[in-house]
């Protein structure tokens, strides 16, 4: 291992840093060296001969599988021969990681993971909220600068346009690319720009999502010729016509032929084989087909294989500093919503994605040498069964209305003559009343106690929480006040945040409407806070971890093995799982030993 060590060592000292080295020494001292972003000296650089600075991996990689429920390791991993269970057989797996807070949706999971922190800290605190100041629901990426405007691939033309720039703190890249040596590329993919661009960050070499049957970018990123290359000869629309069709025999399948409650998209039937033909009788891809493309394990390899084409093109993991490359599987969470957590199909995508992530790291050790890579896997967030299905076990499971809860409050504060609307907006937990009603709210004990009552005694409902009860994370012996505190963002979050009974769907189809997805998540409970989190590859003792973490402590575990350092300290590394360094060794006078090759197993410490 020590022998590993010092080759890595060696080979290491990236030039540009032997340089600031050398001037260190000729000033005599470290702080004469004047310290810019792209070149600030470390001490340990000047201090090679007394202590050997560590190693650090030639590449981050960061993978996000929507939607990945914890338990689907426990259950599946026994059909899973690919990287899932590469990441389980060489890794470190901590099986009881959870995010500690209530708003468990895709943009507040990417973010969190992405920057170490929670979003009462890095403020994405849903997919979308309501901006009390324009009066309208925005998307945790949508920018108003006129400046910026998305992008397409091979011709296409997107609208909107998307950047972190509400992510109230920088991402691990973001960092890393800041505090190293520069050399730092950044590159993201994923079929949703809430993923792609927090796990980038406000600037990135490339952060691509799907949009429209195109892969797209904005200005504010840029595009890479590489992708343009890869949209043109390989786009979605090329799968037309093939089909989604289960894997493994038929009875290595645990669920129903069936899933109950199950909503399909346009197009597909509850069974498989699932044909990829848009809409019945189409010629050519449609809408239809594109939902169904992204809810197949087709765009998993999709954006498996444009990761790979990053590897290559940009040569990531073979700089002189420590490249970033994540991908953020979306599928699993489109079947999620639709076919729910107990369905043949969440199992069989599983099957596949394996396959994928077993050719993504077969890539990485042939380009960028096994060990080099430092790899996490985790997910945003879980999912509640579908209720319907729930329902069978005699558990008290439903769907909590939210139009009825706002017609509720509408009903109770016109008893008291408060002008009608006095709401804005319901999103998710968060009820966002107009301007000014909250405040008056506040100073009106009488009004504020029939407001909760409305509330509170809606069908599924739990409990019911105000702003003023979560500012600054108050100690509390609750688990779910503390959990809607760790999302509170002033400004940004609702007024009152309505905690449904456990196993009840949130949900905010108009009434009377049927609902267009079978379950969802973004609750405070466990299915939807515990998600996988495995290490693997460079500097990760592998093993079972079995102590409480969360996935903010990724960054923060990135951050410590490339020796960075983050601004939040919501997330801690996960030191358990690092390999220990050598104990420094007062005879130093051991032959040097070679440098280890790029592609020798894994024996880096
Ligand atoms: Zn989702």
Redesign the pocket.
């Known amino acids: 291992m020590a022998k590993a060590l010092n080759g890595f060592v060696q080979k290491r000292i990236p030039f540009q840093r032997g340089i600031i080295a050398a001037a260190c020494f000729l000033t005599g001292s470290i702080s004469l060296v004047p310290r810019t972003a792209a070149q600030t000296p470390r001490p340990r650089a000047t201090a090679a001969k007394a202590s050997p600075a560590p190693a650090q991996p030639k590449l981050v990689v960061l993978l996000v599988v929507?939607?990945m429920r914890a338990d689907y390791v426990d259950k599946f991993l026994g059909q899973w021969t690919g990287g899932l269970k590469r990441l389980v057989a060489e890794g470190a797996w901590f099986r009881d990681a959870a995010y500690p807070y209530a708003a468990t949706e895709?943009c507040v999971g990417h973010a969190t993971i992405s920057t170490g922190a929670f979003p009462a800290t890095h403020g994405m605190v849903a997919n979308a909220w309501w901006d009390r100041k324009e009066q309208k629901l925005v998307t945790c990426t949508s920018d108003p600068d006129p400046n910026v405007k998305n992008i397409g691939y091979a011709g296409a033309t997107p609208k909107g346009a998307d950047t972190a720039w509400r992510m109230a703190v920088p991402s691990f890249a973001e960092e890393l690319k800041f505090q190293a040596s520069g050399a730092t590329r950044i590159v993201t993919f994923s079929l949703k720009a809430r993923a792609a661009l927090t796990m980038a960050g406000h600037k990135a070499d490339a952060a691509t999502w799907f949009d429209g049957g195109a892969w797209v970018t904005s200005t504010a990123y840029g595009t890479q010729p590489f992708i343009e290359e890869q949209a043109k000869s390989h786009p979605a629309k090329a799968d037309f016509g093939k089909t989604w069709a289960l894997s493994l025999p038929e009875k290595e399948y645990w669920y129903d032929e069936k899933a109950l409650g199950a909503v399909p998209p346009e197009g597909w039937d509850l069974t498989f084989p699932h044909p990829l033909r848009g809409k019945s009788g189409v010629s050519e891809p449609d809408s239809a087909f594109y939902e169904q493309w992204a809810s197949s394990p087709y765009a998993d390899t999709a954006l498996t294989e444009l990761a790979e084409k990053a590897v290559d093109a940009l040569k990531l993991g073979n700089s002189n500093g420590t490249d970033f490359l994540a991908v953020s599987y979306s599928s699993v969470?489109y079947i999620g919503?639709e076919f729910g957590p107990r369905s043949r199909e969440i199992q069989d995508i599983l099957v596949r994605l394996d396959k994928d992530l077993g050719n993504l790291f077969a890539h990485l050790d042939q380009k960028v040498g096994r060990g080099n890579y430092l790899v996490a896997l985790s997910a945003d967030h879980g999912v509640v069964p579908i209720p319907e299905d729930m329902q069978k076990t005699g558990a008290d499971s439903g769907v909590l209305h939210l139009p009825e809860v706002q017609q509720r409050i509408e009903i109770a504060l016109e008893s008291l003559n408060y002008p009608k609307p006095t709401i804005a907006r319901i999103t998710g937990s968060d009820v966002y009343f107009a301007p000014d009603v909250y405040k008056k709210l506040q100073a009106d004990s009488n009004a504020m106690s029939y407001v909760l009552v409305a509330i509170g005694t809606a069908p599924g409902v739990a409990a019911v929480y105000r702003a003023e009860e979560l500012h600054d994370r108050p100690a509390t012996q609750s688990p779910t006040l503390r959990a809607f505190a760790y999302s509170y963002f002033p400004g940004r979050s609702g007024d009152l945040f309505i905690l449904p009974k456990p196993y009840w769907l949130l949900d905010s189809t108009p009434l009377g409407k049927p609902r267009s997805y079978g379950t969802?998540?973004g609750v405070p409970y466990n299915y939807d806070q515990h998600v996988p989190v495995l290490l693997m590859g460079f500097g990760i003792q592998p093993g079972q971890y079995f102590q409480p973490v969360t996935p903010a402590d990724i960054a923060p575990t990135f951050a410590a093995l490339c020796g960075i350092t983050l601004s939040s300290r919501d997330g801690h590394a996960l030191a358990e799982a690092l390999k220990k360094p050598p104990e420094p060794r007062a005879t130093s006078q051991r032959a040097r030993p070679k440098p280890a090759s790029a592609s020798a197993p894994n024996t880096n410490p």
Do not use: L, R, V
């Open positions: 929507d939607q895709t969470d919503h969802g998540h």
